[in-house]
């Protein structure tokens, strides 16, 4: 029966009997080719939800890695544009047929805003496809140099870059899926065999070893254009699409010069606000209470100076190196401090408001104690001054630890990973 007979229950129970005969033993290229037979015109969405309910299930991710290795057979020797034509044709021979004809155009609709997006300056798609074209095109010149017999040493160092190209679906886009629109299954499998990948990459000392590997990193690139990418556009919202555009550029770029920005970011300086209890800022938001608990729970001693060289802000410790009186509090720091070191302290002022240095580190010994005082001009996102912070810290029990060689402690419960 092929699997335009089969309803969709016979078809899940066909590819759990094929992933059953790679596990008891059968070669992988026989089942490969019964797989091609009866399901050479399965739309890469359909496989997609199969793995969702054998997952659902309780199948075990090696298996459902194995059903991934079945079907790569489908599209092994086709070229980019062979490919792209074929989940064309899938889109449009496989659209669902349901009583409510707008469900028809749903897959169509999807594929053309897949595209769209990809093409989009800047939009993450854009930016994770541009990284594949430049995987692809190192991959070219690995088998160019295994063909030539020259050394791909060099080329094997800058595929691991593909790290960060991971990193971004695994942090940015798998989360979503998963835990917001419940598709565990395409989240679960890619980064399973990513890990493999980066592994086998770090790993490969033969040619045939190499040829294998990237092999599978074609495969992930034609799995995230033809099945992640649609499921993505699918289901997030324009919001979302922006913050994953916001957060993609602190990844870096893998194997491109640079990440283009996306039109519709949002500018960091527009995202803090002040709402009643609550302070949202681009990293998140911060209740008062909260941010008063951080500047006291800090292990340091902290002062702020605004741009006017008025002291706004003490932390609460009671026990300071150096003393910080509440009276002191919006007076001239200049006050705070004795005339032979005045000309010191106003040469640093000077220094951090004309950007000729941002900070300052001085190591004392006070009262038999170890103390670094550190000096950070304060900047906004213009580069603009804001005023000067001054953070002490003891660091009696770090020297002693970096002198022990680990051995020595700054507080009991420290934990040192091996």
Known sequence: MSQKEMSFEEKVKTLKSYIQRVTDGEDMETVQLDFKENFSDVPAKEIAKAEQIMMADGAKMEDIQKLCDIHSV?????????????????MEAHQVKQADEKIENVEEEVSKKTIELKNTHGHPLNILTVENDAIKSLINQIRCNIHDNLSINDEIKQLMQIKK?????????????????????????????????????GNSNYEEDVLKVIKRVEEMIFKEENILFPLCVENFSDEEWINIAEDMHSYGPCLVDSLPKWDKSIDINENMILDDDIISLPGGTLTLKQLRAILNILPM????????????????????V????????????????????????????????????????????????????NYYALKDINGDYLGTMEAVLHIDGIVNCAADGKKGSIKPDIIFPN
């Not at 489908?74 to 899938?90: A, S």
């Not at 886009?173 to 990459?201: C, H, N, R, T």
């Open 74 to 90: 489908l599209f092994e020797d086709m070229t980019d544009e062979e490919r792209m034509q074929r989940l064309k044709e899938e």
């Open 165 to 201: 190209h991971y990193a971004k679906k695994d942090d940015l886009l798998f989360p979503l899926l998963k835990g917001k629109y419940d598709y565990s299954g395409p989240a679960d499998v890619m980064w399973a065999v990513e890990d493999e990948i980066k592994s086998q990459l």
């Open 301 to 320: 001693e902290i002062t702020i100076i605004d741009e006017k060289n008025i002291n706004r802000f003490f932390d609460e410790d009671q026990n300071k």
């Open 322 to 373: 150096f003393a910080r009186p509440k009276m002191a509090l919006n007076r001239d720091v200049f006050l705070c401090h004795p005339k032979r070191v005045r000309n010191m302290v106003s040469k640093l002022i000077e220094d951090f408001k004309s950007g000729t240095r941002d900070s300052m580190h001085v190591i004392s010994t006070v009262d038999g104690v170890q103390v670094l005082t």
